[in-house]
């Protein structure tokens, strides 16, 4: 059945997923990662051989188990990478992104443990290819008709506890004294947006209900 599934990104795939009859939902790491990528990729404005993604996330995205290196106990004032030499999430990330490129992508991948229960915050790192003009808007252009992708204002910081519990990812988008490495910041819930939530997204535009039906909950603050 792999030749009939859908990638279940809604704001890559929205009409395939309507026509679906298998959906395939992303990790909570490829979420991040693409929507943060998607729009230097898609105008072509980095470069795909050198495409850097720092992650980042709470325990929870190990699942909920009693093993000693994901006890909160053991990663409580701590904090490390871990299968810096390949992930499991790691193909999905390319596939994406290639798809997206219609080319070859390079992606370095490090994911981290962080002492939180949950949350994916990715910093992710591109060098530009030329001009690149106004990223800001370029980034406000491409989400503005997407519920759950908030671009924040310029100069903008996200931080995983404003979508803690909700369908949202927030992206910053910066280039640091206006060199040619862009910086892009992209903050999901690792089991709503990256897991759950997005199945239900999934659900229903396959079912022709509306796309934020059940998924208008606000983010869990504190």
Do not use: W
């Amino acid at each position: 059945m792999l030749a009939e599934a859908v990638y279940g990104l809604p704001e890559i795939n929205r009409e395939a997923v309507k026509a679906a009859n298998l959906i395939a939902c992303p990790g909570c790491y490829p979420t991040a990662v693409q929507l943060g990528f998607l729009p230097l990729i898609e105008n072509g404005l980095v470069d795909f051989g050198h495409l850097i993604a720092d992650v980042k996330s709470g325990v929870s995205g190990a699942g909920r188990k009693a093993q000693l290196p994901v006890l909160m106990s053991e990663t409580g004032e701590s904090f490390k990478a871990y299968a810096a030499g390949g992930h499991r999430h790691l193909p999905e990330i390319v596939q994406g992104l290639q798809g997206i490129a219609g080319q070859v992508v390079d992606l370095t991948f490090v994911p981290h443990l962080t002492p939180m229960i949950r949350g994916i915050h990715a910093t992710l790192y591109g060098r530009l290819t030329g001009d690149a003009g106004d990223l800001q808007a370029l980034y406000e252009q491409r989400y503005v008709g997407e519920r759950f992708v908030q671009v924040l204002p310029a100069g903008g910081h996200p931080d995983t506890r404003d979508v803690k519990g909700s369908n949202h990812c927030q992206i910053a988008v910066h280039q640091p004294q206006d060199g040619q490495t862009v910086v892009v910041l992209s903050v999901i819930d690792n089991l709503v947006k990256g897991a759950a939530d997005q199945a239900v997204q999934n659900m229903n535009l396959l079912f022709d209900l509306p796309e934020a039906q059940g998924l208008q909950s606000i983010a869990l603050y504190p």
